[in-house]
């Protein structure tokens, strides 16, 4: 016996080509980089390194996955750096 799951699907992307999507932050990777979410759709955008929104693809999850390990070992390090210099 089929089941049907393209009905569940359509509703919301029906809505969001009426109304429009609404993008909810799903990921923030650095302070400039963010991952979006439709909540309706759930399609999936990103920043490029222009600032624009652009589909969310398996590259650009590889990107800010490794932009964000990056980010966080600098930021890591420059609380331990300000940590050990305030006390000396």
């Known amino acids: 016996m ?3 799951t393209h009905k569940t699907s359509f ?3 029906m809505y969001c080509n009426l ?3 609404d993008y909810q932050v799903s990921k923030k990777v650095t302070r400039h980089v ?3 979410m439709c909540s309706h759709c759930k399609r999936q955008l990103t920043t490029n ?3 624009n929104l652009i589909e969310l693809t ?3 999850k590889e990107i800010n996955a490794i932009l964000e390990r990056i980010h966080n070992s600098r ?3 420059s609380k331990e750096k300000l940590f050990n210099s305030s006390i000396c």
């Open 75 to 77: 930021t890591l390090r």
């Open 2 to 4: 089929k089941t049907t």
């Open 19 to 21: 109304f429009g999507h």
């Open 11 to 13: 509703i919301p992307k």
């Open 49 to 51: 390194s222009n600032g």
């Open 58 to 60: 398996p590259k650009f």
């Open 34 to 36: 963010k991952e979006y």
